[in-house]
């Protein structure tokens, strides 16, 4: 990932907190790592949000409902605001697959970015096949593409396709909030 630093941009606010979305296996964690490193932002995963019961849950295959949901998207912008109140950003990976999660992300955290990863399916279905995750089986991904609600052009944050690399990725987002945090300073 590369490394480039942003804090030249001398902020008076601690920037603006991150969360990159989509279903499993579409690189979450990875760009969230690598976008948190380039702005020099803390980052979290989302994963590791998730109780107990959650885990087990889906460990069981079955997909979480907007009930099992709620408490965990809640837990993460509540972290995310206290982080705001601290001075820090953060970035999460976090899956925010509907529109409605992520609605009450922002009543927490109004100035939420978000990053949603997208693509083909069996691309990412695929990428599964590499994986081995504590929890979330390659059988849930079908849930999710079925929940999955796109990034509408009226909430902050850009959509990426996962034809791009990791590093190109970075590059997007870190020049967009750059962009974002200069339109705050200048207002």
């Known amino acids: 990932m590369s490394k480039t630093n942003s804090a030249d941009t001398s902020q008076t606010t601690p920037g603006l907190p991150i969360v990159v979305m989509g279903v499993q296996g579409c690189g979450k964690s990875t760009v969230g790592r690598g976008i948190a490193d380039a702005l020099g932002i803390r980052f979290a995963d989302g994963d590791d949000l998730h109780s107990a019961a959650a885990r087990a849950k889906m460990a069981s295959g079955h997909p ?58 069996a691309l990412i279905a695929e990428r599964l096949t590499h994986r081995n995750h504590e929890y979330m089986p390659a059988t849930l991904l079908d849930s999710q593409f079925a929940a999955l609600e796109p990034l509408a052009a009226d909430e902050a944050g850009m959509r990426i396709e996962l034809t791009r690399t990791p590093d190109n990725i970075v590059e997007l987002v870190q020049n967009m909030i750059t962009k974002m945090n200069q339109e705050e300073l200048a207002h």
């Open 64 to 121: 979480l409902t907007d009930e099992d949901r709620l408490p965990w998207l809640t837990h993460i912008a509540q972290t995310m605001a206290a982080a705001l109140e601290g001075g820090e950003a953060l970035t999460v990976a976090c899956s925010a697959l509907k529109r409605s999660y992520r609605d009450l992300m922002r009543d927490l955290v109004p100035s939420l970015v978000f990053v949603e990863l997208y693509g083909d399916q």
